[in-house]
């Protein structure tokens, strides 16, 4: 059948199996809109306040779920307004699907209104984009797009669109679901030297990471764990992959990590990595990072192999085919050495976190934030942050109770990212969904309580005000001599009153006790909620390897 | 420090050598040369680029190429490959230089291609080293203006790139 340009980009995207749509419509998107409106009964469209706000919604909807995110955005500034979202999506190998408008090409490169080559900007921070410039290749453009989005490593991909493209008609079929490009299977020595290194291996250390975790590995991971009697450490993305109460799981490593568990990864002699990519933040000194171990790497892009760290071993194939070959072949054993090593690891840490409780007195702290937080959310709880203390906070203290809970942007590290994913996240799962922010980051993209309201999302906004900028503040306390330029808020907001001027509704709390009130009538009251947290501004997160240093700089603690 | 050439074919489409360069810059690798141009099937280019670095920068180089997705084939061509560049060059002479600057251009092979009163431009090809001498050659003589191709390549033997 004939149909137009943008009925062709519509009905691709359901024939893709796209069931929600975040965007902002435009002059140079006013025909998908059309579209839109036709086959509203197929594909849902959530109108966010902002651009930013739909890529981080498409986002997050990837991160709850999988699936790939679509967002929408107009020509010009539309267009430009996605860049930092797609920018988080791809340091974070998060599918996602773009498309934006363009000016007719008979008016491309001649500076014309709200003109701007999206392509050429988004060129480093997609894994492929499109530029459409014959009707012939829309669908299939398309279709390539998803492929490539959650293919391999996946990643985020623009298509553009110019108007006389959308208007233009062509003839449509539908199409299956395409399927992901399959990865090879690793072969059989790669595998036999890898069960070599696992089975000699004394003080086994299985790292996971974002990889892993997308993948839905944890209870593999705890399997493998449990037969060779390894622990188990994760970076940031791979958060939420191994459920809570596993013994064995010592929690994130890295700059702000568990103390055990960075401590741990020092002291292995063998690190299995499960797509993990070796960031500086979960290195730190490179020259310095687990000298003692050897290290298995499983990774479905060749491009990471001794990127960032030389491994023993690196294997670029399926993942998940590889980690289960390992699993089965190696040998079941026990390292009670180890085991002991790290129970004393694990109570040294415990040592740390005690002596910082006690100094704490009455304050409402972090810690007894997510105390709060992990004893009363309800099951199957997303948790989304934004970035900065809290985040790390978030990282430290919160528990999970199944895969894809936990939704951040860790690569590039997006301040405002964290209510566009919250919106994603609820739209994609109807799951509780709680939002932990701080003062700072909620500023930045704020304007996206309206889009919960509008469409009652009941999205928990967990507002950690220590009214300054916390994390950078920390690195001025602790390497910068105290000179906290620029990093004290000082502003007047009055964050219930706004949350209340937003239709949502609003709660203050400067105790553990009001928190517990606000929180617990928060996560029932099926409305977006905000709680205006207050937290002393002197607050840090620690453990801290300082930047570019190593387990041996360690701060544990420090005297305010 | 080595120098490496490697070659890629790519798909012959608007915008690709974009894709290419775009991420040399993003990755922070410094290319000492690139050429592009049509290959013996339609549907690719080839580009050959040449780059001084360790055995890390050409691993990442590579491994980072062959992520893009209009990248169908890269390889690190062999040693005793061949390797030829052509250049054009515009040197000064006066009565006096000029018979030995026709001399040297007769014996690195070059050809006087434009001759002005006052100027003379010499089409060089070549492997780079002797292009290289003959630009030593002329400083003497007053180079003008140079402008060189970078490095074509292929393999010896009966077989493309693309069969490996």
Partial sequence: MKLTGAEIIIRTLIEQGTTDVFG????????????????????????????????????GYSRATG???????????????????????????????????????????????????????????????????????LADSIREAFQIAKSGRPGPVL??????????????????????????????????????????????????????????????????????????????????????????????????????????????????????????????????????????????????????????????????????????????????????????LKSEEAGFEAEIEKKSGDALTPKRIFDVINECKLPATITV???GQHQMWAAQYSTFDRPRRFVSSGGLGTMGFGLGAAIGSFVATNDPTVLITGDGSFGMNLNELATAVKYNLPVVIVLVNNGVLGMVRQWQNLFFGGRFSNTVLDRQTDFVKLAEAFGAVGYRAATKEEFRSAFEQAVRCGRPVLIDTIIDKDEMVLPMLPPGGSIDDIITNVEK | MNKFVIAVYVDNRFGVLTRVTSMF???????????????????????TICLSGDGYAREQLINQLRKLHN??????????????????????????????????????????????????????????????????????????????????????GNTTLLDK
């Avoid at chain 1, 493998?224 to 940031?236: H, M, P, Q, T, Y």
């Avoid at chain 2, 810059?25 to 549907?43: C, K, M, P, Q, Y």
């Fill in chain 1, 159 to 344: 298509v553009d669109v110019p108007k006389d493209i959308q208007v233009a008609t062509y003839e449509y079929e539908p199409q299956p679901i395409v399927e992901k490009v399959p990865l090879p299977k690793a072969k059989e020595e790669q595998i036999e030297e890898a069960v070599k290194l696992v089975n000699e291996a004394k003080r086994p250390y299985i790292y996971i990471g974002g990889g892993a975790a997308g993948l839905g590995l944890g209870d593999e991971v705890v399997e493998l764990a449990n037969k060779i009697d390894a622990c188990i450490g994760c970076s940031f993305m791979g958060l939420s992959a191994v459920p809570d109460g596993c013994d064995r799981f010592l929690g994130m490593q890295g700059m702000h990590g568990h103390y055990a568990s960075s401590m741990a990864q020092n002291e292995a002699d063998l690190i299995i990595g499960v797509g993990v990519r070796f960031s500086d933040r979960a290195t730190g000194n490179v020259s310095k990072f687990a000298k003692k171990s050897k290290i298995i790497q499983l990774d479905p892009d060749f491009a990471e192999i001794n990127k960032n760290v030389r491994v023993d071993i690196g294997i670029v194939a399926d993942v998940e085919d590889s980690f289960k070959r390992i699993a089965s072949a190696c040998e079941a054993k026990s390292n009670p050495e180890w085991i002991a090593r790290v129970e004393q």
């Fill in chain 1, 24 to 59: 902002y419509p435009g002059g140079q998107v006013i025909n998908i809109y059309d579209a839109l409106y036709k086959y509203q009964d197929e594909i849902n469209h959530v109108l966010t306040a902002h651009e930013q706000g739909a890529s981080h919604a498409a986002d």
């Fill in chain 2, 25 to 47: 810059t993003r990755r922070g690798f410094n290319i000492d040369a690139l050429t592009v141009g049509e290959t013996e099937r339609s549907e690719y280019s080839r580009i």
């Fill in chain 2, 71 to 156: 990248v169908k084939k890269v390889d690190v061509l062999e040693d005793d490959s061949i390797k030829r560049e052509l250049m054009l060059i515009k040197v000064g002479y006066t009565k006096d230089t000029r018979s030995d600057i026709i001399t040297a251009a007769d014996v690195y092979r070059a050809k006087v291609i434009d001759y002005t009163p006052e100027e003379m431009c010499i089409e060089v090809t070549g492997d780079p080293s002797k292009i290289d001498a003959f630009i030593r050659l002329m400083i003497p003589f007053g180079i003008i203006e140079i402008c060189r191709t970078g490095i074509v390549a292929l393999e010896r």
């Fill in chain 1, 385 to 387: 942050t934004d970035v």
């Fill in chain 1, 67 to 137: 699936k790939v995110g679509v967002c929408i955005a107009t020509s010009g500034p539309g267009a430009t307004n996605l860049v930092t979202g797609i920018a988080t999506a791809m340091l974070d190998s998060i599918p996602m699907v773009a498309i934006t408008g363009n000016v007719p090409c008979s008016l491309i490169g001649k500076d014309s209104f709200q003109e701007i080559d999206i392509t050429g900007v988004t060129l480093p921070i997609t894994k492929h984009n499109y530029f459409i410039n014959r009707i012939e290749d």
